[in-house]
């Protein structure tokens, strides 16, 4: 008896490793494409990585559902000058169909005035075993610094502006 039962905890101790194994495989595979799909503008591309009932809790904004809504936010962040996109998986946990990863990005793009920025955050996303391939289902993130002052502020703030 304790030989069968030590092969069934072998045993699901081997099929939990190669579903992590194939998570995180799928996980980088679908952080390359989100990457690749920023630098080429394609927010199409980056709501495909998407299942069709997700949820993003984007920085500063309301609540983004669905993979519609999802383009049209990528779109947005586009149109305004996202180019740059860098993500480092620090951790990730599966639980079943879900995996869990905890990050940081490094981003950047150009103003509308042409000026470049950068910005630097973490993240938390939850991806969800759809139909035999993994998709994100959740996703937050904020960034490491606060907003600048608004415009018309820091333009009264600069040394000779008018009062």
Known sequence: MKIIVRTLVAALAVAAAV????????????NAKIVAAVRNGDATAIAAVYSEDAVVLPNNKSFVRGRSAIQQLWHGFIKAGFKHLEVMTEELTTR????IEVGAFSSGGEMPDGKPWTADGKYVVIWKKVKGNWSLWRDI??????PGPPPAQAAAEKPG???
């Open 19 to 30: 579903r992590a194994e194939d998570a995180r495989k799928a996980v980088d595979e679908n």
């Open 96 to 99: 079943g169909d879900l995996a």
């Open 141 to 146: 993130w904020n960034t490491n610094s606060p």
């Open 161 to 163: 502006a008018p009062k």
